[in-house]
């Protein structure tokens, strides 16, 4: 794996001087969570005291499912809601198709064999019903028919965020201000105010470049969060380094802003605009699509100078705020003072 002890990221801020920034050097970082092989959701939303009131967290559109139609077709294997066809045994107890094979067709109820007797009332029943999201508790007013449900909760903006952090594989999800206070506190993520950057990387021994990460640093500005990457990996048999933005939010939200980033030295220099991506498309994702500002092994040894046997990159950028103008109907950028 990559050595990652001689990594040195530096930073200034709007003109300001460099900073040092001290990250985890983590080929592998593993997750500083104690439960960091369970998915866990938390939201910076207040909570339902238990008594099924949600006007407080959702407001007053949200509708509450109706507890006894739920659980009628809530599977009681795998807890989630049934769909058809919905399998029955002798006795009448119900359970979805997929745990149908799960049980080896036996009742998980009463163990009767279950045979191949289906539930049509229940379909029926399920066919009729309207139910609210399933993120009702975190603002979702929409509801939906029993069919149609699945396909909304794929998609709604109100579901939770998968944690953006590249160096470990990390189950935490929630809303961004839990995900914001997760990666500084757990992952010891830098956390900037301020919508220009100019960073140090540096790294003895560069021809020893396999897949590897550096810690991503956080950036705020607009009223929003930007995460930004910098790491090396495999292109085919070329070793590259790759920086790119992410924007904590949804992707119709993220196309408001535009970012730039700049690498180069020795009277050259490679320029990389563009509009960051959501963080509901994967680190992965993003990096494999090449979104980003892509340098050769070879370009970033010539603009680290001196013998080619350390690299040393400086990447500048700024992120903006793209401003309809309504007169003209374009747009325009509005820099962050």
């Known amino acids: 794996m990559m050595d990652m002890d001689s990594i040195e990221c530096v930073s ?13 050097h983590n080929t592998l970082h593993p997750h500083p969570h104690p439960h960091q092989h369970h998915t866990e959701f938390s939201s910076s939303k207040p909570r339902s005291n238990g008594t099924n009131n949600t006007s407080s967290i ?15 077709l809530e599977c009681p294997v795998c807890t989630n809601s049934m769909y058809p066809p919905i399998h029955q045994c002798h006795n009448g107890h119900t359970l979805c198709s997929t745990c149908k094979t799960r049980v080896h067709n036996r009742c998980p109820t009463c163990r009767q064999e279950l045979g191949d007797i289906r539930c049509l009332a229940l379909e029926k029943v399920a066919e009729s019903l309207e139910l609210p999201c399933k993120y009702y508790n975190l603002g979702c007013p929409e509801i939906f028919p029993y069919y149609s449900k699945l396909k909304h909760e794929s998609v709604c903006n109100f579901r939770p ?10 189950a935490i999800v929630g809303d961004i201000p839990f995900l914001v206070a997760h990666l500084r506190d757990d992952h010891k993520v830098d956390m900037h105010s301020g919508c220009t950057f100019n960073h140090r990387y540096v790294k003895s021994n560069p021809r020893e470049v396999e897949n590897a990460t550096w810690m991503l640093t956080v950036f705020h500005c607009f009223g929003q969060y930007f995460c930004l990457h910098f790491e090396a990996f495999q292109l085919g048999m070329a070793p590259v380094y790759m920086a790119f933005l992410r924007f904590m939010g949804d992707e119709n939200e993220a196309r408001n802003y535009s970012y730039s980033l700049e690498v180069g030295a020795n009277g050259r220099k490679l320029i990389w605009e563009g509009t960051p991506r959501s ?15 892509i340098i050769q092994r070879n370009m970033a040894l010539f603009f680290s100078g001196g013998d080619r046997k350390e690299l040393k990159l400086r990447v500048t950028g700024r992120i903006w705020k793209e401003q309809q103008n309504p007169d003209a109907g374009v747009c325009i950028p509005n820099l962050c003072s």
């Open 12 to 24: 200034s801020l709007d003109g300001l001087d460099e900073d040092e920034i001290h990250p985890h």
């Open 279 to 293: 963080i509901r498309d994967s680190h992965r994702k993003v990096r494999d699509s090449h979104d980003g500002l």
């Open 58 to 72: 959702a407001g007053p559109n949200a509708i509450a499912p109706a507890t006894s139609v739920h659980e009628l």
């Open 161 to 170: 965020y998968n944690c953006p952090y590249a160096g470990s594989e990390c």
